[in-house]
């Protein structure tokens, strides 16, 4: 039995299973934010679309959104969005969340964004949970072989 394998095997579960429930943990922190927050609907002034190159010239794309919406009384423009879609598009309509923490900041959130986080998380650590087992089960019956 490889106990270096098994080892690793074992990490990567414990690492999947803490990402997943840092994941969920996150999610659920924005959602009570969202439901203590104000819903506005903000107007998507631009969408920043960058083109990088990497340097095995790959392009990859990132868009930065960025909106304008009043909230207590005070005009906010060219706010960047932490979430992009492709379904968004500049002059179009969109439900945001503000949030007022104790020091008087705000912080913006979107409920698709906070759905895209929890996803992205767990994808994450089912590949983790499921490659760890994998290299468990598989170290396991391997050296069971060998004891034959």
Same mark, same amino acid.
């Given at each position: 039995?490889?106990?270096?394998?098994?080892?690793?095997?074992?990490?990567?579960?414990?690492?999947?299973?803490?990402?997943?429930? =840092? %994941?969920?943990?996150?999610?659920?922190?924005? &959602? /009570?934010?969202?439901?203590?927050? @104000?819903?506005? !609907?903000?107007?998507?002034?631009?969408?920043?679309?960058?083109?990088?190159?990497?340097?095995?010239?790959?392009?990859?794309?990132?868009?930065?959104?960025?909106?304008?919406?009043?909230?207590?009384?005070?005009?906010?423009?060219?706010?960047?969005?932490?979430?992009?879609?492709?379904?968004?598009?500049? =002059? %179009?309509?969109?439900?945001?969340?503000?949030? &007022? /923490?104790?020091?008087?900041?705000? @912080?913006?959130? !979107?409920?698709?964004?906070?759905?895209?986080?929890?996803?992205?998380?767990?994808?994450?650590?089912?590949?983790?949970?499921?490659?760890?087992?994998?290299?468990?089960?598989?170290?396991?019956?391997?050296?069971?072989?060998?004891?034959?």
């Amino acid at each position: 039995m490889n106990k270096k394998t098994l080892v690793g095997g074992i990490v990567m579960i414990l690492a999947g299973i803490l990402l997943g429930v =840092g %994941g969920f943990f996150l999610y659920r922190t924005n &959602e /009570n934010k969202i439901a203590e927050s @104000e819903k506005v !609907t903000a107007v998507i002034d631009e969408i920043e679309t960058i083109h990088k190159r990497s340097s095995k010239g790959k392009t990859k794309t990132e868009h930065k959104v960025y909106v304008d919406f009043e909230y207590d009384d005070k005009e906010y423009e060219h706010y960047k969005l932490g979430y992009y879609s492709s379904s968004m598009h500049e =002059g %179009g309509d969109i439900d945001i969340y503000v949030y &007022e /923490n104790s020091s008087g900041s705000i @912080e913006v959130l !979107t409920k698709e964004g906070t759905v895209v986080l929890l996803a992205v998380f767990g994808i994450f650590a089912v590949v983790l949970v499921g490659v760890g087992i994998g290299m468990t089960v598989i170290t396991v019956k391997s050296g069971k072989n060998e004891a034959y």
